[in-house]
T-cell receptor, first 114, second 116 residues
Framework: ETGVTQTPRHLVMGMTNKKSLKCEQH?????MYWYKQSAKKPLELMFV???????ENNSVPSRFSPECPNSSHLFLHLHTLQPEDSALYLC?????????????FGPGTRLTVL | AQSVTQLGSHVSVSEGALVLLRCNYS??????LFWYVQYPNQGLQLLLK??????LVKGINGFEAEFKKSETSFHLTKPSAHMSDAAEYFC??????????????FGAGTRLAVHP
């Protein structure tokens, strides 16, 4: 595998389910990001982990819970979601460089909440 | 706070025509600026970035962008559109907070259609 991978690519879940999204980066980067991409809205940054420490949490509801067990893996745990949480969830990674670093994105997980 | 405005949510051009996608930014500090492209069912891919070196930045697939401080603009151009350029394009400004990591503020995106 190369680059940034995400699994699953598609997920349909009920409002009472618990599921997890997985992201893995094969680039040796030290920062990882979760974004939400909804129709007709700009990409929303949800969480950032830099050197495995959460450094950004953009007022995301507690039904989204991130986990970064090491610099290569990032999870997003989901529980009791709402239909408005249906979106494309993108993971990205970068090598921290004072704001000039390029973020490399995975293909995303298309989430549908019924 | 930093912000990005992309003028035109949809742009349509003929194959072989000039592509011009507009981006204006607002930043309280000298900005770092990025253009990303998203093809259907894929994540975002970097086209080019401005990091305070040359104001005319060349990227992949024949795209380039010019940083104009006086106009607070970073428009993306390509001299001759190809069918494979049909995608959504995002302009972003970096909101680096001193923690080193790159917090990107994205525009709403411009969907480019290329017709024969």
């Amino acid at each position: 595998e190369t680059g940034v991978t995400q699994t699953p690519r598609h997920l349909v879940m009920g409002m009472t389910n618990k599921k997890s999204l997985k992201c893995e980066q094969h680039l040796g980067h030290n920062a990882m990001y979760w974004y939400k991409q909804s129709a007709k809205k700009p990409l929303e940054l949800m969480f950032v982990y830099s050197l495995e420490e959460r450094v950004e949490n953009n007022s995301v509801p507690s039904r989204f819970s991130p986990e970064c067990p090491n610099s290569s893996h990032l999870f997003l745990h989901l529980h009791t979601l709402q239909p408005e949480d249906s979106a494309l969830y993108l993971c990205a990674s970068s090598q921290v460089a004072g704001g000039t670093d390029t973020q490399y994105f995975g293909p995303g997980t298309r989430l549908t909440v019924l | 706070a930093q912000s990005v405005t992309q003028l035109g949510s949809h742009v349509s051009v003929s194959e072989g025509a000039l592509v011009l996608l507009r981006c204006n930014y607002s930043s309280s500090v000298p900005p770092y600026l990025f253009w990303y492209v998203q093809y259907p069912n894929q994540g975002l891919q970097l086209l080019l970035k401005y990091t305070s070196a040359a104001t005319l930045v060349k990227g992949i697939n024949g795209f380039e962008a010019e940083f104009k401080k006086s106009e607070t603009s970073f428009h993306l151009t390509k001299p001759s559109a190809h069918m494979s350029d049909a995608a959504e394009y995002f302009c972003a400004v970096s909101d680096e907070r001193g923690g080193g990591y790159n917090k990107l503020i994205f525009g709403a995106g411009t969907r480019l259609a290329v017709h024969p």
